[in-house]
């Protein structure tokens, strides 16, 4: 059974553009929402967790700029700007936050840079 | 620097092997740990948790924790060419996030 639906699945964004991803969580018991992302090397790392509609957050890492939204109960959205290398965002939920949080990981927006 | 090390980053097993993946973390406040396998072209999926100190068992698949050593290994018993895949260890210290090693690759052998 799919828990989340992440759309685009795949993106060539031209260097100094903007991109903007979706994600729909599918079951409403998994509320905790976040954001990771992979680089080319498969480094998995924690970019932001959203719980409450209206939510908001800001980072830059090495490579890209992002602005994380909780939309809706059921809606995430990430900005991902200033993309110098590709890499793949993943969303993902779970039932509560903080310890013993297992995942459950989304397909994956995969993002290359043209 | 890395908080969750794991060990080897490769590895390669014949079909039917025992394959044994590593995993340790540098942080003293670590208190959970996962293990996901992440097949070519896939998402990361979850593939056992351990949060006690002790063994847990789950078909093919053991894994064993020792607090003490903040060190966590996965055991696949009679692997299979679908095993072959990334092997990530993650590790939890109370926060939000979950903190990732960088994985084992692992090959079964037909």
């Known amino acids: 059974v799919t828990l989340l639906e992440q759309n685009p699945r795949w993106r060539l964004v031209p260097r100094g553009q903007a991109v903007n991803l979706r994600c729909i969580l599918k079951n409403s018991q998994y509320p905790w929402m976040s954001w990771y992302q992979q680089d080319l090397q498969k480094q998995l790392q924690w970019l932001f967790t959203l719980r409450s509609p209206g939510d908001k957050e800001v980072k830059s890492l090495p490579g890209a700029d992002y602005l994380a939204t909780r939309v809706t109960d059921t809606e995430l959205r990430l900005q991902v700007a200033n993309m110098s290398q590709g890499r793949t965002l993943y969303c993902t939920c779970?039932?509560?936050?903080?310890?013993?949080?297992?995942?459950?990981f989304g397909a994956g927006t995969r993002l290359s840079v043209l | 620097q890395q908080k969750v090390q794991q060990s080897p980053e490769s590895l390669i097993v014949p079909e039917g092997g025992m394959a044994s993946l590593n995993c340790t973390s540098s942080d003293r406040n670590v208190d959970y740990f996962w293990w996901y396998r992440q097949h070519s072209g896939k998402s990361p999926k979850m593939l056992m948790?351990?949060?006690?100190?002790g063994e847990k068992e789950e078909g093919r698949f053991t894994v064993h924790l020792n607090k003490a050593s903040l060190h966590t290994s996965l055991h696949i018993r009679d692997s299979q060419p679908s095993d072959s895949a990334l092997y990530l260890c993650a590790a939890s210290s109370g926060s939000w996030q979950l903190i990732f090693g960088s994985g084992t690759q692992l090959t079964v052998m037909p």
């Open positions: 779970s039932a509560v936050g903080g310890d013993q949080n297992t995942l459950y």
């Open positions: 948790s351990i949060f006690s100190n």
